[in-house]
């Protein structure tokens, strides 16, 4: 049996729909049960704020969570040393939301004032993701089969039934950050009001994969 096998590339280009606060909580401790028992109070604290804005507990999603030991430097007797100084946990997590510029200032200076001092960081993405790797996917197949039309033209053979499709889409990086710079609580307090003016228009984000098609041809 005579094959002809092609490779289709699919380009798409999607507008973010959902806006992404990612936010880090730490606390060092000098007992790791007293870590472990502050990263879950402030935690409580943190969706306890969020619920001021509508969000539920469950909306705020876990990335990453740890505690480490952390040691201090000192010297004796000329000697350089290290000494246990104690735990620090590290909890970041992140919630989603359709894109809003008032919810977003208002939720940003909540958090930037809070007395919790999280790191926070914003981006965006798109809620249907699914949609977006289908619509990527039919894309990439189609392009497949014009390029297989043509070489089939011009090779004068006709294509017939498809015999094999290999696609390996992973995880693909929806997510466009236009506030690239993790922000501290600290660093801004002189807001009026209660809300931050958020004029944020993120822009298209580009994705692209390829799919292999394998046609037989008579």
């Not at 104690?86 to 008032?102: L, Q, W």
């Not at 197949?141 to 889409?169: C, H, M, N, P, W």
């Amino acid at each position: 049996m005579r094959t002809i096998r092609v490779t289709g590339k699919g380009d798409l280009k999607i507008r973010p729909d959902t806006a992404r606060i990612t936010m880090t909580l730490t606390g060092k401790y000098r007992e790791y049960a007293e870590a472990l028992k502050r990263s879950a109070e402030d935690t409580e604290k943190i969706k306890e704020l969020l619920s001021k804005f509508g969000f539920k507990n469950s909306d705020l999603k876990t990335l990453g969570f740890g505690i480490d030991t952390e040691y201090e430097s000192y010297t004796e007797n000329n000697e350089y040393k290290q000494r246990f100084s104690g735990y620090r946990y590290r909890h970041t997590m992140k919630v989603e939301f359709a894109s809003d510029n008032d919810r977003l200032g208002r939720v940003l200076y909540a958090l930037a004032n809070s007395e919790l001092c999280p790191e926070f960081n914003v981006s965006y993405t798109v809620f249907d993701r699914e949609a977006v790797k289908n619509e990527l996917l039919g894309k990439a197949v189609s392009d497949a089969k014009e390029k297989a039309a043509v070489l089939a033209r011009a090779a004068g053979v006709a294509l017939k039934d498809i015999q094999t499709v290999d696609y390996s889409f992973g995880d693909m990086d929806l997510e466009a950050r236009p506030m690239n710079r993790i922000m501290a609580a600290k660093q801004a307090n002189d807001c009026a009001g209660e809300c931050y003016a958020m004029n944020i228009e993120p822009d298209d984000i580009t994705v692209s994969d390829t799919v292999t098609v394998i046609w037989e041809i008579g």
